[in-house]
T-cell receptor, first 115, second 113 residues
Framework: DSGVTQTPKHLITATGQRVTLRCSPR?????VYWYQQSLDQGLQFLIQ???????AKGNILERFSAQQFPDLHSELNLSSLELGDSALYFC??????????????FGPGTRLTVL | AQKITQTQPGMFVQEKEAVTLDCTYD???????LFWYKQPSSGEMIFLIY??????QNATEGRYSLNFQKARKSANLVISASQLGDSAMYFC??????????FGKGTMLLVSP
């Protein structure tokens, strides 16, 4: 158990809908990362938050947004869902203080299926 | 831009033998970290080992060691004495800047009895 929690574990929805994925980092970790794992794109970094502020942005679509709340939990919002958004979405957390050498602890992931 | 290349889509090894999973990387950053993660069929990502770009010695963690050759830009994972439970997908990843990870496509390792 990495100490990172993600809910829900599975999510099945229809095209055009909007969903929210939730992540609670390990106790004491200030930085949260979101990754998408799909068969065709592999594992891709989406976005990073550090202590409530956006720190880095990767290949995140405009239909996707995220935020980190004062209690440090984070939510990833996916809207106008398409079939291609079906993927495993991971949240990871680190202390966020050591540039480049923080080991990232991954949550169990949320498997999103868009029908 | 950073890039990680894992050229072995799949590897087979017999139990108790050693296996090397290849990873090459490309970056213009002088400071970076190299990671290996294991993803079993259950889907979770498990951290295995870390190597910093300025570390002089190769990293080791139990049965895992990282063969770091900076000039060749390679960071191969060596698993000694393979076990059935080692069957999984293995990802090489690199971090720099604010520690965001760039992953390779992965290598599926199958350990046979």
């Amino acid at each position: 158990d990495s100490g990172v929690t993600q809910t829900p574990k599975h999510l099945i929805t229809a095209t055009g809908q909007r969903v929210t994925l939730r992540c609670s980092p390990r106790s004491g970790d200030l930085s949260v990362y979101w990754y998408q794992q799909s068969l065709d794109q592999g594992l891709q970094f989406l976005i990073q938050y550090y202590n409530g502020e956006e720190r880095a942005k990767g290949n995140i679509l405009e239909r996707f947004s995220a935020q980190q709340f004062p209690d440090l939990h984070s939510e990833l919002n996916l809207s106008s869902l398409e079939l291609g958004d079906s993927a495993l979405y991971f949240c990871a957390s680190t202390l966020g203080i050591q540039r480049g050498r923080d080991e990232q602890f991954f949550g169990p992931g949320t498997r999103l299926t868009v029908l | 831009a950073q890039k990680i290349t894992q050229t072995q889509p799949g590897m087979f090894v017999q139990e108790k033998e050693a296996v090397t999973l290849d990873c090459t990387y490309d970056t213009s950053d002088p400071s970076y970290g190299l990671f290996w993660y294991k993803q079993p069929s259950s889907g979770e990502m498990i951290f295995l080992i870390y190597q910093g770009s300025y570390d002089q010695q190769n990293a080791t963690e139990g049965r895992y060691s990282l063969n770091f050759q900076k000039a060749r830009k390679s960071a191969n994972l060596v698993i000694s004495a393979s076990q059935l439970g080692d069957s999984a997908m293995y990802f090489c990843a690199m971090s720099s800047g604010y520690s965001t990870l760039t992953f390779g496509k992965g290598t599926m390792l199958l350990v046979s009895p």
